[in-house]
C-alpha cells in the first residue's frame, strides 16, 4: 500500500523540487515550454505564449489536490529560475510502481541538472510513497536522457517498436528502464 503524500518539496545540492505556482509562468515559458527541441523530446505541445503555460500550469496546480499526484518544477537554486520539470505521472497503488517523466530546459542541459532531479525523485518513491518499482522511458533517438537514465542506475527492460507517429509521419520507439527498490542506493 502506497502513502498518499502528495507533492512535497525536495532539496538537493543546487536544485528546490517544488510544486508549480503560477508564478512559475515566465520563467517556465522562457527556459523550456517554449522550446521545440525540449518539447519534440518531452512529448509535448510547444506554448508559443506565457498565457498558454499560465493554463498548463493551472493544470498542474489544480492536480496538487489529489493523492498520488507527483509533479515538481525542477527550481536552479542560485537563479530561482524554473528550468523544467519532474514528475510521476503514471502511479499504480495496487502495484506499487510509479513511472517519471522529466524535462529540462536546452540551456541547462549537460549540467547533471536532470540526474540530480531523477535521483531526488527517485528515494522519494521509494523512502516516502513506499514505491516497489520506479520506471523510466525514453525515445530511442533521445540519447540525451538514455544518460540520465544510466547516470541513476535503471535496468534496460525492452523496447516498444514505433510507439511514437511523429508530425511527419515516421515512427520512434519508446524504450522502458525500471529500478526496484531492494536494488536502490541513496
Known sequence: MLKETYTEEINTERLLLRRFTEDDADSVHRNWASDPDVQINYG?????????????????????????YYRWAVIQKDSGECIGQIAYFLVDARNGFAEIEYCIGTGFQRKGYATE????????????IGLHKVQICCRTTNT?????ISKCGFTYEGTLRDYFRMED???????????????YKD
Do not use: H, W
Open 144 to 148: 540525451k536522457s538514455r544518460g540520465v
Open 117 to 128: 532531479a531523477c535521483r531526488a525523485v527517485i528515494g522519494y518513491g521509494f523512502r516516502t
Open 44 to 68: 509535448e505541445p510547444v506554448y508559443e505564449t506565457v498565457e498558454d503555460v499560465k493554463g498548463l500550469l493551472d493544470k498542474y496546480i489544480q492536480g496538487y489536490g489529489n493523492p498520488n
Open 169 to 183: 509521419g515516421s515512427y520512434e520507439s519508446r524504450m522502458y528502464f525500471s529500478i526496484l527498490a531492494d536494488e
